[in-house]
RNA sequence: GUGGCUGUAGCUCACCAGGUAGAGCACCGGAUUGUGGCUCCGGAGGUAGCGGGUUCGAGACCCGUCAGCCACCCCA
Protein backbone atom coordinates (compact mmCIF):
# COMPACT_ATOMS: atom_id res chain seq x y z
CA UNK A 1 0.00 0.00 0.00
CA UNK A 2 1.32 2.97 -0.59
CA UNK A 3 1.59 6.16 1.62
CA UNK A 4 1.34 9.71 0.06
CA UNK A 5 2.63 13.04 2.21
CA UNK A 6 2.29 16.70 0.89
CA UNK A 7 4.97 17.40 -1.27
CA UNK A 8 8.03 19.02 -0.49
CA UNK A 9 7.45 22.17 0.93
CA UNK A 10 3.64 22.12 1.32
CA UNK A 11 2.39 21.93 4.52
CA UNK A 12 -1.00 21.17 6.23
CA UNK A 13 -2.51 23.81 8.57
CA UNK A 14 -3.59 21.61 11.22
CA UNK A 15 -6.85 21.87 13.65
CA UNK A 16 -4.64 22.79 16.28
CA UNK A 17 -2.92 25.82 14.79
CA UNK A 18 -6.45 26.83 13.07
CA UNK A 19 -7.16 28.81 15.58
CA UNK A 20 -4.39 30.94 15.54
CA UNK A 21 -5.04 31.93 11.87
CA UNK A 22 -9.08 32.41 12.19
CA UNK A 23 -8.00 35.06 14.95
CA UNK A 24 -5.15 36.85 12.59
CA UNK A 25 -7.48 36.52 10.18
CA UNK A 26 -9.92 38.18 11.91
CA UNK A 27 -7.38 40.99 13.13
CA UNK A 28 -6.32 41.63 9.53
CA UNK A 29 -9.88 42.42 8.70
CA UNK A 30 -10.95 44.80 11.31
CA UNK A 31 -7.71 46.51 11.36
CA UNK A 32 -8.15 47.04 7.73
CA UNK A 33 -11.63 47.84 7.22
CA UNK A 34 -10.97 50.59 10.16
CA UNK A 35 -8.82 52.01 7.91
CA UNK A 36 -11.18 52.05 4.95
CA UNK A 37 -9.63 49.24 3.04
CA UNK A 38 -11.02 47.19 1.15
CA UNK A 39 -10.57 43.30 0.19
CA UNK A 40 -10.24 41.86 -3.10
CA UNK A 41 -9.73 37.73 -4.12
CA UNK A 42 -7.56 37.36 -6.93
CA UNK A 43 -6.65 34.44 -9.23
CA UNK A 44 -3.94 31.99 -7.89
CA UNK A 45 -2.36 31.78 -11.72
CA UNK A 46 -1.33 34.50 -14.19
CA UNK A 47 0.88 34.40 -16.92
CA UNK A 48 4.20 33.77 -16.64
CA UNK A 49 4.90 37.40 -18.30
CA UNK A 50 2.88 39.27 -15.96
CA UNK A 51 5.38 38.45 -12.80
CA UNK A 52 8.65 38.77 -15.43
CA UNK A 53 7.86 41.79 -16.44
CA UNK A 54 7.08 43.03 -12.88
CA UNK A 55 9.69 41.19 -10.37
CA UNK A 56 11.95 41.69 -12.73
CA UNK A 57 13.59 39.32 -15.57
CA UNK A 58 16.58 39.11 -13.70
CA UNK A 59 15.76 38.92 -9.75
CA UNK A 60 15.92 35.29 -7.99
CA UNK A 61 11.94 35.19 -7.91
CA UNK A 62 11.51 35.39 -11.51
CA UNK A 63 15.23 33.41 -12.50
CA UNK A 64 14.41 30.21 -10.34
CA UNK A 65 11.88 30.16 -8.00
CA UNK A 66 8.55 30.24 -10.34
CA UNK A 67 6.18 27.50 -10.37
CA UNK A 68 5.80 27.77 -14.41
CA UNK A 69 3.79 25.08 -16.44
CA UNK A 70 2.44 25.35 -19.92
CA UNK A 71 -1.89 24.54 -19.67
CA UNK A 72 -3.83 23.01 -22.27
CA UNK A 73 -3.27 25.51 -24.90
CA UNK A 74 0.80 25.72 -24.27
CA UNK A 75 0.30 28.96 -22.58
CA UNK A 76 2.95 29.70 -19.85
CA UNK A 77 1.40 29.85 -16.82
CA UNK A 78 2.84 30.77 -13.28
CA UNK A 79 1.42 29.92 -10.02
CA UNK A 80 1.81 33.69 -8.35
CA UNK A 81 5.25 33.88 -5.83
CA UNK A 82 3.42 37.00 -4.84
CA UNK A 83 0.44 39.51 -5.03
CA UNK A 84 1.04 42.64 -6.40
CA UNK A 85 1.24 41.96 -9.75
CA UNK A 86 -1.73 40.36 -9.78
CA UNK A 87 -3.46 42.86 -8.03
CA UNK A 88 -2.08 45.58 -10.47
CA UNK A 89 -3.31 43.60 -13.10
CA UNK A 90 -6.45 43.40 -11.94
CA UNK A 91 -7.00 46.97 -11.05
CA UNK A 92 -5.87 48.19 -14.15
CA UNK A 93 -8.19 45.57 -15.79
CA UNK A 94 -11.40 46.70 -14.27
CA UNK A 95 -10.05 50.32 -14.21
CA UNK A 96 -9.70 50.83 -10.36
CA UNK A 97 -6.65 52.88 -10.51
CA UNK A 98 -9.24 56.36 -11.60
CA UNK A 99 -9.75 57.50 -7.71
CA UNK A 100 -7.80 56.45 -4.80
CA UNK A 101 -8.49 52.97 -4.23
CA UNK A 102 -7.45 51.09 -0.55
CA UNK A 103 -7.41 47.25 -1.15
CA UNK A 104 -5.94 44.24 0.47
CA UNK A 105 -6.25 40.31 -0.08
CA UNK A 106 -5.09 37.36 1.25
CA UNK A 107 -4.09 33.93 0.27
CA UNK A 108 -1.79 31.63 -0.93
CA UNK A 109 1.70 32.20 -2.76
CA UNK A 110 4.25 29.88 -4.41
CA UNK A 111 7.89 30.24 -4.42
CA UNK A 112 10.21 27.12 -5.59
CA UNK A 113 13.03 27.11 -2.65
CA UNK A 114 14.44 24.94 -0.24
CA UNK A 115 12.38 25.18 2.57
CA UNK A 116 13.39 25.80 6.00
CA UNK A 117 11.58 27.07 9.31
CA UNK A 118 9.55 30.40 7.97
CA UNK A 119 10.08 29.14 4.20
CA UNK A 120 8.13 27.29 2.69
CA UNK A 121 6.95 26.92 -1.41
CA UNK A 122 3.38 27.06 -0.82
CA UNK A 123 3.15 30.10 2.15
CA UNK A 124 0.45 32.44 2.88
CA UNK A 125 0.59 36.61 2.32
CA UNK A 126 -1.57 39.02 3.38
CA UNK A 127 -1.13 41.89 0.82
CA UNK A 128 -2.34 45.71 1.43
CA UNK A 129 -2.00 48.05 -1.93
CA UNK A 130 -3.01 51.91 -2.03
CA UNK A 131 -3.59 53.59 -5.47
CA UNK A 132 -3.24 56.85 -6.04
CA UNK A 133 -1.76 59.33 -3.82
CA UNK A 134 1.96 59.99 -4.73
CA UNK A 135 2.15 61.95 -1.12
CA UNK A 136 4.34 60.34 1.94
CA UNK A 137 1.03 60.27 4.14
CA UNK A 138 0.08 57.23 1.77
CA UNK A 139 3.34 55.46 2.99
CA UNK A 140 3.06 56.49 6.60
CA UNK A 141 -0.92 55.08 6.53
CA UNK A 142 0.15 51.75 5.11
CA UNK A 143 3.36 51.66 8.42
CA UNK A 144 0.65 52.66 11.03
CA UNK A 145 -1.75 49.81 9.38
CA UNK A 146 1.18 47.00 10.25
CA UNK A 147 1.78 48.46 13.46
CA UNK A 148 -1.88 48.13 14.60
CA UNK A 149 -1.95 45.00 13.20
CA UNK A 150 1.19 44.13 15.36
CA UNK A 151 -0.46 45.73 18.67
CA UNK A 152 -3.49 44.37 17.99
CA UNK A 153 -1.50 40.54 17.90
CA UNK A 154 0.72 40.58 20.55
CA UNK A 155 3.68 41.05 18.41
CA UNK A 156 4.42 44.67 18.61
CA UNK A 157 7.90 44.67 20.68
CA UNK A 158 9.42 41.57 18.75
CA UNK A 159 9.18 43.45 15.63
CA UNK A 160 11.47 46.10 14.26
CA UNK A 161 10.82 48.59 11.26
CA UNK A 162 13.41 48.99 8.68
CA UNK A 163 13.67 52.01 6.36
CA UNK A 164 15.17 53.46 3.09
CA UNK A 165 14.40 55.46 0.64
CA UNK A 166 15.90 54.10 -2.87
CA UNK A 167 14.83 56.85 -4.96
CA UNK A 168 13.35 56.54 -8.79
CA UNK A 169 14.75 54.51 -11.27
CA UNK A 170 16.57 57.25 -12.84
CA UNK A 171 18.17 57.67 -9.55
CA UNK A 172 19.00 54.53 -9.07
CA UNK A 173 20.32 54.07 -12.81
CA UNK A 174 22.63 57.07 -11.89
CA UNK A 175 23.24 55.85 -8.64
CA UNK A 176 24.28 52.06 -10.20
CA UNK A 177 27.08 53.30 -13.06
CA UNK A 178 28.56 54.87 -10.11
CA UNK A 179 28.46 51.81 -8.02
CA UNK A 180 29.68 49.08 -10.76
CA UNK A 181 32.80 51.53 -11.10
CA UNK A 182 33.75 51.86 -7.89
CA UNK A 183 33.19 47.54 -7.28
CA UNK A 184 34.72 46.61 -10.29
CA UNK A 185 37.90 47.96 -8.92
CA UNK A 186 37.73 45.81 -6.28
CA UNK A 187 35.65 42.66 -8.16
CA UNK A 188 38.18 40.43 -6.73
CA UNK A 189 37.31 41.18 -2.89
CA UNK A 190 33.84 40.67 -3.48
CA UNK A 191 31.82 36.77 -2.68
CA UNK A 192 31.32 34.67 -5.72
CA UNK A 193 27.27 35.99 -5.72
CA UNK A 194 28.16 39.78 -5.77
CA UNK A 195 30.45 39.25 -8.48
CA UNK A 196 27.59 37.50 -10.11
CA UNK A 197 25.67 40.76 -9.58
CA UNK A 198 27.99 43.23 -10.46
CA UNK A 199 26.47 43.03 -13.93
CA UNK A 200 22.87 41.50 -13.18
CA UNK A 201 21.56 43.14 -10.46
CA UNK A 202 24.61 45.49 -8.54
CA UNK A 203 21.91 47.02 -6.08
CA UNK A 204 21.29 44.03 -4.87
CA UNK A 205 25.28 43.42 -3.48
CA UNK A 206 24.39 46.15 -0.49
CA UNK A 207 22.61 43.36 1.45
CA UNK A 208 25.08 40.78 0.89
CA UNK A 209 25.93 39.35 4.31
CA UNK A 210 29.88 38.37 3.31
CA UNK A 211 32.12 40.26 5.86
CA UNK A 212 34.44 41.26 2.82
CA UNK A 213 32.01 42.22 0.88
CA UNK A 214 30.29 44.95 3.32
CA UNK A 215 33.91 45.72 4.05
CA UNK A 216 33.97 46.98 0.54
CA UNK A 217 30.83 48.70 0.62
CA UNK A 218 31.67 51.03 3.29
CA UNK A 219 33.94 52.73 0.65
CA UNK A 220 31.21 52.11 -1.82
CA UNK A 221 29.39 55.50 -3.14
CA UNK A 222 25.51 56.05 -1.38
CA UNK A 223 22.81 55.82 -2.87
CA UNK A 224 21.31 58.77 -0.82
CA UNK A 225 24.35 61.43 -2.60
CA UNK A 226 21.85 60.81 -5.67
CA UNK A 227 18.26 60.63 -5.15
CA UNK A 228 16.81 64.58 -6.23
CA UNK A 229 15.98 66.97 -3.48
CA UNK A 230 12.51 66.70 -4.02
CA UNK A 231 12.80 62.58 -3.16
CA UNK A 232 14.72 63.57 -0.16
CA UNK A 233 12.36 66.13 1.50
CA UNK A 234 9.23 63.38 0.74
CA UNK A 235 11.25 60.74 2.72
CA UNK A 236 12.01 63.12 5.80
CA UNK A 237 8.29 64.12 5.99
CA UNK A 238 7.51 60.73 5.93
CA UNK A 239 10.21 59.74 8.83
CA UNK A 240 8.28 63.12 10.58
CA UNK A 241 5.09 60.80 10.24
CA UNK A 242 6.11 57.95 11.65
CA UNK A 243 7.47 60.36 14.65
CA UNK A 244 3.98 61.79 15.19
CA UNK A 245 2.52 58.57 15.32
CA UNK A 246 5.33 57.50 17.75
CA UNK A 247 6.57 54.02 15.41
CA UNK A 248 9.95 53.81 15.67
CA UNK A 249 12.09 52.92 12.78
CA UNK A 250 15.65 51.84 11.88
CA UNK A 251 17.12 53.81 8.91
CA UNK A 252 18.63 51.23 6.80
CA UNK A 253 20.46 52.80 3.96
CA UNK A 254 21.23 49.70 2.47
CA UNK A 255 18.17 47.80 2.13
CA UNK A 256 17.10 47.54 -1.32
CA UNK A 257 14.36 44.88 -1.56
CA UNK A 258 14.37 41.94 -4.48
CA UNK A 259 11.60 42.76 -6.56
CA UNK A 260 12.26 45.64 -9.31
CA UNK A 261 9.19 47.27 -9.10
CA UNK A 262 9.94 49.33 -5.78
CA UNK A 263 10.99 52.75 -5.92
CA UNK A 264 11.67 55.79 -3.10
CA UNK A 265 10.28 54.36 0.14
CA UNK A 266 10.63 50.52 1.15
CA UNK A 267 10.36 49.12 4.29
CA UNK A 268 10.53 45.94 6.38
CA UNK A 269 9.38 44.34 9.73
CA UNK A 270 11.72 42.17 11.26
CA UNK A 271 12.08 40.10 14.18
CA UNK A 272 15.01 38.25 15.70
CA UNK A 273 12.69 35.48 16.87
CA UNK A 274 13.02 33.46 13.74
CA UNK A 275 16.31 32.34 12.36
CA UNK A 276 17.67 33.47 9.07
CA UNK A 277 14.23 34.31 8.01
CA UNK A 278 14.13 37.37 10.20
CA UNK A 279 11.50 39.64 7.43
CA UNK A 280 7.54 38.73 8.58
CA UNK A 281 6.38 42.09 6.39
CA UNK A 282 8.14 43.72 3.40
CA UNK A 283 6.91 46.60 1.32
CA UNK A 284 7.13 50.00 -0.17
CA UNK A 285 6.40 52.15 -3.00
CA UNK A 286 5.90 50.88 -6.90
CA UNK A 287 4.75 54.33 -8.81
CA UNK A 288 5.42 53.07 -11.98
CA UNK A 289 3.72 50.00 -12.11
CA UNK A 290 0.40 50.48 -13.49
CA UNK A 291 1.19 52.28 -16.12
CA UNK A 292 3.80 49.47 -17.16
CA UNK A 293 0.91 47.20 -16.89
CA UNK A 294 -0.46 50.07 -19.49
CA UNK A 295 -2.75 51.84 -17.05
CA UNK A 296 -2.86 55.54 -16.36
CA UNK A 297 0.19 56.57 -14.83
CA UNK A 298 -0.84 56.01 -11.08
CA UNK A 299 1.41 56.33 -8.20
CA UNK A 300 0.78 53.04 -5.51
CA UNK A 301 2.37 51.86 -2.54
CA UNK A 302 1.74 48.92 -0.78
CA UNK A 303 3.06 45.57 1.26
CA UNK A 304 2.84 42.22 2.34
CA UNK A 305 2.77 40.54 5.52
CA UNK A 306 4.13 36.46 6.08
CA UNK A 307 1.64 34.87 7.75
CA UNK A 308 3.43 31.85 8.22
CA UNK A 309 6.07 33.74 10.02
CA UNK A 310 3.78 35.84 11.60
CA UNK A 311 2.23 32.53 12.90
CA UNK A 312 5.49 31.10 14.34
CA UNK A 313 6.51 34.50 15.69
CA UNK A 314 3.53 34.45 17.77
CA UNK A 315 4.19 30.72 18.75
CA UNK A 316 7.96 32.38 19.81
CA UNK A 317 6.13 34.63 22.09
CA UNK A 318 4.05 31.87 23.58
CA UNK A 319 0.63 33.45 22.41
CA UNK A 320 -1.83 30.96 22.01
CA UNK A 321 -5.41 30.79 21.00
CA UNK A 322 -8.06 28.24 22.12
CA UNK A 323 -11.24 28.15 21.24
CA UNK A 324 -13.47 24.95 23.73
CA UNK A 325 -16.79 24.26 23.84
CA UNK A 326 -18.55 25.83 26.29
CA UNK A 327 -21.34 22.74 26.64
CA UNK A 328 -20.39 19.16 26.68
CA UNK A 329 -23.88 17.22 26.02
CA UNK A 330 -23.61 13.94 27.51
CA UNK A 331 -26.50 11.63 27.82
CA UNK A 332 -27.58 8.43 30.01
CA UNK A 333 -29.03 6.37 27.23
CA UNK A 334 -30.97 6.03 23.77
CA UNK A 335 -33.60 7.67 25.34
CA UNK A 336 -32.17 10.70 26.75
CA UNK A 337 -29.74 10.90 24.07
CA UNK A 338 -33.30 11.04 21.63
CA UNK A 339 -35.02 13.65 24.63
CA UNK A 340 -31.85 15.76 23.63
CA UNK A 341 -32.01 16.43 20.32
CA UNK A 342 -35.17 18.72 20.03
CA UNK A 343 -33.57 20.95 23.24
CA UNK A 344 -30.54 21.13 22.12
CA UNK A 345 -31.27 22.10 18.27
CA UNK A 346 -33.41 24.84 19.79
CA UNK A 347 -30.84 25.83 22.12
CA UNK A 348 -28.21 26.18 19.30
CA UNK A 349 -30.49 28.78 17.22
CA UNK A 350 -31.00 31.11 20.45
CA UNK A 351 -27.45 31.39 21.37
CA UNK A 352 -25.20 30.99 18.32
CA UNK A 353 -22.17 32.11 20.02
CA UNK A 354 -21.96 29.07 22.29
CA UNK A 355 -20.67 26.26 21.49
CA UNK A 356 -22.57 23.09 22.27
CA UNK A 357 -20.46 19.87 21.58
CA UNK A 358 -22.32 16.67 21.63
CA UNK A 359 -20.96 13.37 22.72
CA UNK A 360 -21.48 10.73 20.07
CA UNK A 361 -20.62 6.83 20.00
CA UNK A 362 -22.56 6.52 23.41
CA UNK A 363 -20.42 5.10 26.25
CA UNK A 364 -20.41 4.62 30.01
CA UNK A 365 -20.80 8.27 31.92
CA UNK A 366 -17.37 8.06 33.22
CA UNK A 367 -16.04 7.81 29.56
CA UNK A 368 -18.53 10.73 28.46
CA UNK A 369 -17.31 12.63 31.38
CA UNK A 370 -13.58 12.03 30.65
CA UNK A 371 -14.46 13.00 26.91
CA UNK A 372 -16.17 16.32 28.52
CA UNK A 373 -13.44 17.16 30.60
CA UNK A 374 -10.73 16.91 27.68
CA UNK A 375 -12.52 18.86 25.15
CA UNK A 376 -11.81 22.06 27.10
CA UNK A 377 -15.75 22.01 27.59
CA UNK A 378 -16.70 24.34 30.37
CA UNK A 379 -19.61 22.84 31.35
CA UNK A 380 -21.27 19.33 31.16
CA UNK A 381 -24.98 19.51 30.14
CA UNK A 382 -25.86 15.94 31.98
CA UNK A 383 -29.34 13.89 30.38
CA UNK A 384 -29.64 11.02 32.50
CA UNK A 385 -31.87 9.08 33.23
CA UNK A 386 -33.63 10.54 36.48
CA UNK A 387 -33.35 13.68 34.73
CA UNK A 388 -35.18 12.95 31.58
CA UNK A 389 -37.66 11.32 33.77
CA UNK A 390 -38.51 14.63 36.05
CA UNK A 391 -37.67 16.91 33.52
CA UNK A 392 -34.55 18.25 34.55
CA UNK A 393 -31.20 18.45 33.70
CA UNK A 394 -27.71 18.88 35.09
CA UNK A 395 -25.26 20.88 34.63
CA UNK A 396 -21.25 20.34 36.25
CA UNK A 397 -18.77 22.67 36.05
CA UNK A 398 -15.84 21.44 34.65
CA UNK A 399 -13.25 24.50 35.07
CA UNK A 400 -14.36 25.40 38.38
CA UNK A 401 -14.52 24.19 41.62
CA UNK A 402 -18.19 24.06 41.98
CA UNK A 403 -21.06 22.05 42.89
CA UNK A 404 -22.70 20.53 40.22
CA UNK A 405 -27.02 21.89 39.95
CA UNK A 406 -29.92 19.69 38.80
CA UNK A 407 -32.09 22.88 37.14
CA UNK A 408 -35.74 22.39 35.29
CA UNK A 409 -34.87 21.38 31.63
CA UNK A 410 -37.02 24.88 31.07
CA UNK A 411 -34.72 27.15 32.69
CA UNK A 412 -31.84 26.09 30.53
CA UNK A 413 -32.57 29.24 28.40
CA UNK A 414 -31.99 31.34 31.65
CA UNK A 415 -28.85 29.49 32.65
CA UNK A 416 -27.24 30.19 29.25
CA UNK A 417 -28.16 33.95 28.61
CA UNK A 418 -26.79 33.88 32.22
CA UNK A 419 -23.50 32.27 31.12
CA UNK A 420 -23.16 34.68 27.97
CA UNK A 421 -23.12 37.69 30.05
CA UNK A 422 -20.61 36.70 32.65
CA UNK A 423 -18.21 35.14 30.00
CA UNK A 424 -18.76 38.36 27.88
CA UNK A 425 -17.97 40.44 31.01
CA UNK A 426 -14.72 38.09 31.58
C1' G B 1 20.75 25.59 -6.25
C1' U B 2 25.27 24.67 -2.38
C1' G B 3 27.09 22.84 2.42
C1' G B 4 26.19 20.52 7.26
C1' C B 5 23.02 17.76 10.83
C1' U B 6 18.93 14.48 11.57
C1' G B 7 14.98 10.51 10.49
C1' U B 8 13.19 4.36 16.13
C1' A B 9 5.39 3.81 18.92
C1' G B 10 0.62 9.67 18.00
C1' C B 11 4.62 13.03 20.73
C1' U B 12 9.63 13.49 23.25
C1' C B 13 13.54 10.23 23.32
C1' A B 14 16.58 5.70 24.87
C1' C B 15 18.99 0.97 24.25
C1' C B 16 22.64 -1.65 21.20
C1' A B 17 31.28 -4.46 20.15
C1' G B 18 25.92 -5.28 14.60
C1' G B 19 22.27 -10.93 17.39
C1' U B 20 15.16 -8.93 14.45
C1' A B 21 13.18 -2.88 20.09
C1' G B 22 12.10 0.07 25.38
C1' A B 23 10.62 4.42 28.63
C1' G B 24 7.81 8.82 29.71
C1' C B 25 3.65 11.42 27.95
C1' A B 26 -0.72 10.55 24.97
C1' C B 27 -4.48 6.62 23.80
C1' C B 28 -8.03 2.39 25.40
C1' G B 29 -10.02 -0.52 29.58
C1' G B 30 -10.54 -1.53 34.86
C1' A B 31 -10.36 -0.19 40.30
C1' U B 32 -15.46 3.45 40.86
C1' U B 33 -22.58 -1.04 37.48
C1' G B 34 -24.88 7.99 37.00
C1' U B 35 -19.74 11.64 36.96
C1' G B 36 -13.93 14.00 34.49
C1' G B 37 -9.34 16.12 36.50
C1' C B 38 -5.27 12.82 41.18
C1' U B 39 -3.59 7.66 42.18
C1' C B 40 -3.07 2.42 41.15
C1' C B 41 -3.58 -1.88 37.78
C1' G B 42 -3.91 -3.73 32.92
C1' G B 43 -3.95 -3.21 27.44
C1' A B 44 -3.19 -1.78 22.53
C1' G B 45 0.34 0.48 19.34
C1' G B 46 6.65 0.05 15.64
C1' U B 47 8.57 -5.20 9.22
C1' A B 48 13.36 1.39 13.34
C1' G B 49 11.45 7.15 6.48
C1' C B 50 12.04 4.21 1.87
C1' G B 51 15.33 1.18 -1.45
C1' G B 52 19.78 -1.32 -2.10
C1' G B 53 24.67 -3.15 -0.26
C1' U B 54 28.25 -5.43 3.41
C1' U B 55 27.38 -9.59 7.01
C1' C B 56 25.65 -16.10 9.19
C1' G B 57 22.76 -11.89 11.10
C1' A B 58 21.62 -4.42 10.49
C1' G B 59 17.44 0.04 13.36
C1' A B 60 22.57 0.22 14.26
C1' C B 61 28.06 0.05 9.14
C1' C B 62 28.11 1.74 3.58
C1' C B 63 25.50 3.83 -0.80
C1' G B 64 21.24 5.93 -2.88
C1' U B 65 16.62 8.26 -2.23
C1' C B 66 12.76 10.97 0.25
C1' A B 67 11.67 14.28 4.15
C1' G B 68 12.81 17.68 8.15
C1' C B 69 16.19 21.05 10.50
C1' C B 70 20.43 24.73 10.35
C1' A B 71 23.43 27.91 7.43
C1' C B 72 24.35 30.06 2.50
C1' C B 73 21.20 32.20 -1.06
C1' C B 74 16.70 34.75 -1.11
C1' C B 75 12.57 36.75 0.53
C1' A B 76 6.99 36.74 3.23
Given at each position: MTTYRAIRGMVDILPEETPLWQSMETAAL?????????????PIIESTDLFARSIGEVTDIVEKEMYTFADRNDDSMTLRPEGTAGCVRAVVQHNLAVTPQRLWYMGPMFRYERPQKGRQRQFHQLGVEAFGVATPDQDAELIAICRQLWRRLGVDDALQLEINNIGSADDRARYRDALVAYLSQHRNQLDADSQRRLESNPLRILDSKSPDTQAVLDGAPGLQDYLDDTTQSEFQVLLGYLDALGVRYVLNPRLVRGLDYYNKTVFEWTTEHLGAQSTVCGGGRYDSLVETFGGKATPAAGFAVGLERLTLLMQALDITVSTPADLYVITADENAYQHSLPRLDALRRQF???DIVQHLGGGSFKSQFKRADKSGAAWA??????EVAAGQVTLKPLRAEAEQQTIPDAELEAFLAGYLATAQSA
Amino acid sequence: MTTYRAIRGMVDILPEETPLWQSMETAALEVLSSYGYSEMRLPIIESTDLFARSIGEVTDIVEKEMYTFADRNDDSMTLRPEGTAGCVRAVVQHNLAVTPQRLWYMGPMFRYERPQKGRQRQFHQLGVEAFGVATPDQDAELIAICRQLWRRLGVDDALQLEINNIGSADDRARYRDALVAYLSQHRNQLDADSQRRLESNPLRILDSKSPDTQAVLDGAPGLQDYLDDTTQSEFQVLLGYLDALGVRYVLNPRLVRGLDYYNKTVFEWTTEHLGAQSTVCGGGRYDSLVETFGGKATPAAGFAVGLERLTLLMQALDITVSTPADLYVITADENAYQHSLPRLDALRRQFPDIDIVQHLGGGSFKSQFKRADKSGAAWALVYGEAEVAAGQVTLKPLRAEAEQQTIPDAELEAFLAGYLATAQSA
